[in-house]
């Protein structure tokens, strides 16, 4: 619960906590459950866990962190390393044709993706394409690959009735040598599961074309499958990349870690819309996020991280512990780090119960606080040391300045002395704790 939550955070604030197997164990359940709602694979988890916990325990957590938020910290650095961290280009360095060479199952998206791909190379790196389809397993296999080379403008090597793979593959390099095309794309036949004859057909062709990229395509809707597919892939052909397709759908995104895992390729693209627009490069931090489903709670760290800030926090307890008086200057920072913080309201459920109630006293809202800021900042410095020294004059000078009545100088000087009080209060009880639990 809070409570704890905050006297964790309170411990790390000394610099002793570190991580440990003890303080790590709910968030690591945590994890283990978002990986496994994820649709990641079983013996996926159980090793991705067993790494994560190597590389945690013994990590120093970051002041202003609680374990668990360092720990999914640690996390989602660990996916994105996995998945590649920086993302990965595709390789055409070689004499060209570069071939690249599609393998995956019936319906994992390689036509569509050898379209979408096509229209990427031209678009984002200015080649010359020749899509060719060795796919003489389903009728209208090779037509469906025409009409994308129409639609995206790509030239299209045609293929004579009973022409087989290999028949096709050779010609069609042939033909992309002699019209000097930059990359050939090669779109091949899948099977419905893993199958001997389709694994054949494709070493084969792997053999023939030398593909400098032979790009095992995905669906990422198939979750947990995608492990076994992905292993017979990888043990049959030299792979050296994935295109993980259908991300726009419901997909939790899984699929992406296990066939990483099992693979040990980067994901090169990701397919994000059935039409020829929707391939994007791959982007293993928006993937980690979405794997974690997590938003909030990296939300919150990255909230920790910026928050209040370190150093001003330190100061001002400081100050006051050193029996220098909270002034205006204080007060309105405080402001600002509230605003920082997602405004009062997104304060209160942070706070400790005893600074919740002084400042329901206070009777500070949203509003307000925008409007207490511009009347502190028509004072002069001086002023703001020494608000002993407002008298009427400079009260109504100040109010002019800030565009409000009297009445809301007097109201915010009244606010300002129960702070000043209510800071008393907490510097009894530890001023410096209670500014930096808020954090947690
Ligand atoms: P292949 O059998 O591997 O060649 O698969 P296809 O390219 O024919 O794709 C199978 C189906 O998935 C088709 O209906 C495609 O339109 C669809 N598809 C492929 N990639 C994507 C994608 O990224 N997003 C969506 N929504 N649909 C896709
Ligand atoms: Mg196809």
């Given at each position: 619960n809070l409570t704890n939550r905050l006297s964790v955070v309170i411990k790390t604030l000394r610099g002793e906590a570190r991580l440990t197997e003890a303080n790590i164990q709910d968030a690591l359940r945590e994890v283990r459950m978002a990986l496994l709602e994820a649709d990641v694979a079983l013996p996926v988890v159980k090793e991705f866990i067993a790494r994560v916990k190597e590389k945690a325990v013994g990590k120093e957590v970051m002041s202003s962190l609680s374990p668990g938020q360092a720990l999914v910290g640690v996390v989602h650095q660990e996916l994105i390393a996995i998945m590649g961290g920086e993302k990965a280009d595709i390789n055409l360095a070689t004499v060209p044709p570069a071939v690249i060479l599609m393998a995956g199952l019936q319906g994992a998206g390689k036509t569509t993706s050898s379209g979408k791909l096509a229209k990427w190379l031209m678009e984002q790196k200015k080649k010359k394409v020749l899509l060719v389809s060795c796919d003489t397993y389903r009728p209208a296999a090779i037509q469906q690959l025409e009409l994308l080379a129409n639609q995206t403008g790509t030239d299209f090597f045609p293929v004579h009735a009973g022409q087989q793979p290999k028949e096709i593959a050779a010609a069609a390099l042939d033909f992309a040598r002699r019209h000097f095309h930059d990359v050939m794309i090669v779109d091949t036949a899948g099977r419905l599961a893993i199958d001997e004859a389709m694994m054949e057909e494709i070493r084969e062709l792997e053999t023939l074309l030398k593909p400098i990229e032979t790009l095992f395509v995905v669906d990422a809707m198939q979750g947990q499958d995608a492990v076994n597919t992905a292993k017979a892939f990888a043990e049959a052909l030299p792979l050296t990349g994935v295109i993980l397709t259908k991300l726009d759908g419901d997909a939790r995104g899984g699929a992406a870690l296990s066939v990483l895992q099992v693979t040990?390729?980067?994901?090169k693209f990701a397919g994000v819309a059935e039409k020829m627009t929707g391939l994007e490069a791959f982007h293993p931090d928006r993937m980690a996020s979405r794997i974690l489903g997590m938003g909030d709670v990296l939300g919150l760290i990255e909230e920790a991280q910026r928050g209040v800030d370190q150093q001003e926090a330190e100061k001002l307890a400081k100050k006051i512990k050193s029996g220098k008086s909270f002034d205006l200057n204080d007060f309105k920072m405080q402001f600002q780090q509230m605003k920082n913080m997602g405004g009062m309201s997104a304060m209160m459920d942070k706070l400790p119960a005893q600074l919740t109630q002084a400042a329901q006293k206070v009777k500070m809202d949203d509003k307000v606080m925008g409007r207490t800021e511009g009347i502190i900042n028509a004072m002069t410095p001086q002023e703001r040391l020494k608000p002993e020294i407002l008298k009427a004059s400079r009260k109504r000078r100040i109010a002019t300045g800030a565009g409000v009545p009297v009445q809301e100088v007097n109201r915010l000087l009244a606010q300002f002395e129960q702070t000043q009080k209510m800071m008393k209060m907490m510097n009894k009880g530890g001023m410096a704790k209670m500014l930096r639990g808020m954090k947690g």
């Open positions: 040990g390729k980067p994901i």
